[in-house]
């Protein structure tokens, strides 16, 4: 009984465990982001709905946006008149299996019947055939990974759990404002009938979406098909830029990782979610974080901080380490080392005011002496007020050394072609600043330390702030 239970454990992880964390890992033969500077896609699931899809069409429609629809057969066939208007209005449309149901509990052949009986009640009204599947819960298994005839799986980048009422119409638009930006793929559904889902949820999803969609169009973002994103990505490959069904340029970004790449990400960012839990690292936003920390003592020579203090042997600090997914999102999506800088100074300016607010809000933090880090020699940290100093040589020197190279391969826009410049910069520092001083400049005065002018930020910019910090023994 104990060896059948295994056989069934082990062809059970083969046919669907295995290949659903092979596409969130490593996006095999699934399509979930894209890349461009200045585009996204906005894609529905589990329609059309009587009641919300018409209403999504019309908002759609208000912002000249493009979606794509996820439809759900037994659905689809209700309605062949907002499948129609759909396709009248320019939509992509693909399947997401003729009834809600995961592919976990199906063979490969109701897998393919699923998708074809689907498939034919679209072609039937738009007299198009559509090649674009997702899978629903986006759960794959091994035959998915199987050529069906041209059929692109579809997946996702961002989702907010719009299909729960309870988030209500604020969270949403909250969780989906920090997801806004080119190249991401939005999970939405406009059909609360799903099992786990709430029939009213779609209404919230709405008026997020709207407020989305508003904000968009200021930073002039455009929504389009899973198809032209598709196939913006393929050109950013090639280094080249798309033109769009109505003429508009789309701005590419920089090239996909190769495989080979993508595997020493993967390991890296495993490795520092291992690292976390060791060591239980803490940050002050949880949503979205940026930075990391944790207290220690400090261990070396006394260094000389702003205001004349001394950091001595022995005093309580905030070690301080940066989120690598964080840096190597922000890396990946940077074209050059002023837009990866500029990146990074934003989000420095909006995290040490949460940070010192948080040390004040702790008193058990109140006898902490400074923020402390690793950095790659740079003119970054000196502008936020840390005082930058030479590593004692020796082993951890070296050691980091090796690591904050190998972290500027893997998220600086340039790669390894940056280490070829101004290596005798590549050098690893020691960042330090008072925990007096944080409080004062990013929390007491009521606003955070602004960055002086246009030369301080192209200083700044020049060196391509990368201040990857690491754990200390």
Known sequence: METLLLWLFYISSLYAFIPGLITRIFGFRVFRHGVSDDTFALTFDDGPDPVYTPQLL??????????????????????????????????????????????WLMGPAAVKKQIQKTSKIIQDVTGVKTNYY???????????????????????????SDWRERIGADRLTDRMMKKLRGGEVFLLHDCGTTLGANSEAPGEMLIALER????????????????????????????????????????????????????????????EKIFHLLFQLQTVNKEEPFLHFRIRAYHGKTVEMNGGISLCSGDRVIELHFDNQKLFEIGSRSKSPVQLAIKMVRNMEKELPKLAKHVVDHHDL????????????????EKFGFTVTDLPKGWFAKSSQMYLKFLLRVIHPDGGSRLKQSTEQMIPKLIVMPIDYLVKQYLTDGSHRKMAGKQEKEEIEEEAVLSATISCP
């Open 58 to 103: 019309d908002l759609l429609k208000r912002y000249d946006a493009k979606a794509t629809f996820f439809l759900v057969g037994s659905n689809a066939e209700k309605h062949p008149d907002l499948i129609k208007r759909m396709h009248d209005e320019g939509h992509l449309i693909g399947s997401h299996n003729y009834v809600h149901k995961t592919n």
């Open 134 to 160: 997702r899978p629903p819960w986006g759960i794959v298994n091994l035959f998915d990974f199987a050529k069906r005839g041209d059929t692109q799986i579809v997946l996702w980048s961002a989702m907010f």
């Open 212 to 271: 989305v969609l508003q904000e968009a169009k200021k930073r002039k973002l455009r929504s389009i098909r899973v198809d032209e994103l598709i196939r913006t990505s393929e050109l950013a490959r090639k280094g080249r830029s798309e033109t769009a069904s109505d003429g508009k340029v789309t701005r590419v970004g920089p090239k996909r990782l190769s495989w080979s790449k993508r595997c020493v990400v993967f390991l890296w960012l495993l490795w």
């Open 366 to 381: 109140h006898d902490v002496k400074a923020l402390y880090g690793v950095s790659m020699i740079n003119r970054g940290p």
